[in-house]
């Protein structure tokens, strides 16, 4: 295990390479730079000059990528254009809001999907399993900004549930465990709008995974030894049924991490999704080489965390 492990975080390493090096060309393709229309027109042009200058743009794009790749390597990635603060020090600032959102959208995710399909599996072909399935279908369809603007409408414009933006009451002053109620409390929905596919997949996966697991020899065997149904559920079929769910988690971490970027930005939700798509806007290329490079290296933490479950939870699998 130790070996392949070993093994997958050196293949990762080229994979974070080629993943910098066409996101670096992307940039250089694209037409300006973040000073363009930035300056007073009156202002001479040898200042522009010597702004990008100082932050290395008059150089060959192979020698800026090499000079990011080499402080990137160090642990530095570079000045922000816009806000001239460290990139590493704006990420720290945000990366634990965003975490905090995933982790929530996670517990949301397992908290209802389970019993949901679960439930389903139960009462197979009845109207209430054929109602989990049309709403299942309809969350899996669902674009994440729409969910996110239907949410805002019916629970913060219509009911005044939940707040729509931000991530602490503004003024509050909350500490200790009132301020992380707070902080839920502004967390419910943006997770919940993360959280709706995932729901939904889930959903009809246990579904699937728990009728499929009833149908085999050992719980058949079960039921006709008189074991009870409730024990035969939780103790049989739920065991082996959801032991491929247990495997997702690691692919989840990655892929709600990276998915938060529409979400925050629709709940202006301080977090690196919402830091990706101002950079984007604004043309702040360290901040977009930054926090495209940490989902990126989420994502590849999550499959190998995925096939590190699997092979804990399963004894059959062996990764020699």
């Known amino acids: 295990m130790y070996l392949y492990i070993l093994r997958r975080i050196l293949v990762s390493i080229p994979m974070l390479v080629v993943i910098s090096m066409l996101l670096f060309a992307l940039i250089q393709i694209a037409p300006g730079d973040a000073f363009t229309g930035q300056l007073d027109p009156k202002q001479d042009a040898e200042y522009y000059e010597q702004i990008r200058a100082q932050f290395g743009l008059d150089k060959h794009p192979v020698q800026q990528y090499f000079a990011w790749a080499g402080n ?43 019993p949901l399909g679960v439930y389903s599996a139960q009462h197979p072909y009845s109207k209430t399993d054929y109602t989990l399935t049309g709403l299942a279908f309809i969350g899996i369809s669902m674009p994440s900004f729409f969910a996110g603007l239907l949410l805002i409408y019916f629970f913060s414009f219509n009911l005044g549930w939940f707040p729509y933006s931000g991530t602490v009451t503004a003024g509050a002053g909350y500490e200790g465990l009132e301020a992380f109620f707070d902080r839920l409390y502004h967390t419910i929905l943006p997770a919940l709008t993360l ?126």
């Open 72 to 114: 990137f390597v160090q642990g530095e990635m570079g000045l922000s254009f816009r806000h001239r603060l460290p990139v590493s020090e704006m990420i720290s600032d945000r990366i634990g809001n965003t975490i905090f959102l995933a982790v929530t959208a996670l517990l949301i995710t397992y908290t209802v999907a389970i």
């Open 195 to 320: 959280s709706i596919i995932s729901i939904a997949s889930y959903t009809r996966y246990t579904r699937s995974s728990v009728l499929q697991a009833k149908a085999q020899d050992f719980v058949r065997t079960a039921y006709a030894k008189g074991i009870p149904a409730n024990i035969v559920l939780r103790k049989h079929v739920l065991r082996n049924a959801l032991l491929p769910l247990v495997t997702l988690f690691g692919l989840d971490v990655g892929l709600i991490m990276s998915g938060a970027v529409i979400t925050e930005t629709i709940f202006s939700y301080p977090g690196l999704g919402q830091l990706l798509i101002d950079s984007i806007i604004n043309r702040d290329y360290p901040i977009m080489m930054g926090v495209t490079m940490l989902l990126a290296t989420f994502v590849l933490l999550g499959n190998l965390l995925a096939d590190i479950l699997y092979a804990i939870v399963d004894p059959r699998i062996r990764y020699d």
